[in-house]
């Protein structure tokens, strides 16, 4: 893995040499994670010219199944801080600063996104003849497209949360509550080897049914109930997600079968748009259209998916303004729903990685049966 650290940084490079930064200052946590294999906590990564250094106030905790640092990248721990002196002396930004201007650095590229204004204020009082350029979104970008080995680490992952899901189905469900199910939800996610949920599971009955991120509340499952399940797992820091909708109980009403055929239709519709080079925004409205033909425009959420990775929600956002087209590679989910107020509703969640047709098309990670099951 060292090399493919090691190729992510040279890519940083060239990006901020182009720009006119022959160092850069990587602030924000989880782009240091991808740059450098973990990130300790307060620790800053700096791209120099001829090497490039982790900086850590402390040193770095080696724990069982923690993300592993690139060995090959030297870490600097930063000295405690003595009686009397500045709040900014442990810092590992502002030491980063102060050590690429004593390097002769003239510039250096900072995350301005992630920066408080006092802390980019203490960059510029350590190293004020140093220039500060703003790196923008660009190793967001860098992070888009995955590789092979970050993708089969999001296939664990929906493996992990498809068995998490597929059990809690073989359960009895009616007069449980929803915030009980969401916690045994992520109980079995750690069980079966996830580092954690990937997010706050999500379990909706009845009427909080289909609404988006709705957070689990008292109310108890009842017989009739459409009941909504979204959750995710984190594997070795890469997360995915799924979402699905089912009924308690009972054979669902028609006005359930109705609504649950529109967004299995919508979702289908989003799924197969997924290509290289289809624009972000068209997969949003491939998706929305079949919405819109129901009569549901109205109550449909703002976006059909976005990028997981890293982090639950990355770029692309699948949207009706969003820019951008898709690439190979590039791992999204596709999500519609439609929730009717006081009586609930249906959402249905994929994660998927874009191939080429050539390739198969789209590749489906999470696998858990999207029939409408009576539980």
């Not at 450098?36 to 106030?57: Q, Y």
């Not at 350590?126 to 190793?139: F, H, I, K, N, T």
């Not at 089969?152 to 949360?161: D, F, H, K, M, S």
């Not at 109550?299 to 009706?320: F, K, N, R, S």
Request: aromatic letters at 2%; proline letters at 6%.
């Amino acid at each position: 893995m060292s090399e493919v650290y090691a190729i992510r940084r040279n890519r940083l490079r060239d990006r901020c040499s182009a720009s006119g930064s022959a160092t850069a200052l990587i602030s924000r946590p989880v782009n240091v994670r991808y740059l450098a294999g973990a990130a300790p906590r307060g620790s800053v990564l700096l791209l120099g010219r001829d090497e490039d250094l982790l900086l850590s106030p402390g040193p770095p905790d080696p724990q069982p199944g923690a993300d592993r640092l690139d060995e090959s990248l030297r870490v600097q721990t930063l000295p405690g801080r003595a009686a009397g002196q500045g709040a900014r002396v442990g810092d590992a930004a502002v030491a980063a600063a102060d050590l690429a201007a004593g390097q002769g650095a003239e510039s250096l590229a900072v995350e301005e996104h992630h920066l408080t204004v006092s802390r980019h204020r203490a960059l510029r009082s350590v190293a004020p003849r140093l220039r500060l350029d703003d790196v923008g979104g660009v190793v967001e970008q860098l992070r888009l497209v995955k590789d092979e080995e970050e993708i089969a680490l999001l296939r664990v992952g929906a493996e992990i949360a498809d068995q998490a899901l597929g059990e809690l189905l073989e359960s009895i469900l009616v007069g449980r509550t929803e915030r009980h199910l969401a916690l045994e939800l992520e109980r079995r996610l750690v069980d079966h080897g996830a580092d954690g949920p990937a997010f706050t599971t999500s379990v909706a009955t009845g009427p909080h049914s289909g609404r988006r991120g709705h957070r689990p509340t008292d109310r108890r499952v009842e017989e009739g109930d459409f009941l909504t399940v979204c959750l995710g797992a984190a594997y070795h820091g890469y997360r995915c997600e799924i979402g699905r909708t089912f009924v308690i109980g009972t054979s669902p009403a028609d006005w359930q079968i109705e609504l649950y055929d529109l967004v299995f239709a919508a979702q289908r519709a989003g799924r197969e748009s997924l290509a290289p080079g289809v624009a972000c925004r068209d997969v949003d409205r491939v998706a929305r259209q079949v919405i819109d033909s129901g009569g549901h425009g109205d109550e449909q959420p703002q976006m059909t998916g976005h990028g997981v990775g890293l982090e639950i929600e990355e770029d692309p956002q699948l949207a009706p303004t969003a820019m951008g087209k898709l690439d190979a590679c590039v791992p999204v989910t596709v999500e519609p729903g439609v929730h009717l107020p006081g009586r609930g509703g249906v959402r249905i969640d994929d994660t998927l990685v874009v191939r080429p047709e050539a390739d198969g098309g789209p590749e489906l990670l999470t696998i858990t049966t999207k029939e409408l099951l009576a539980l």
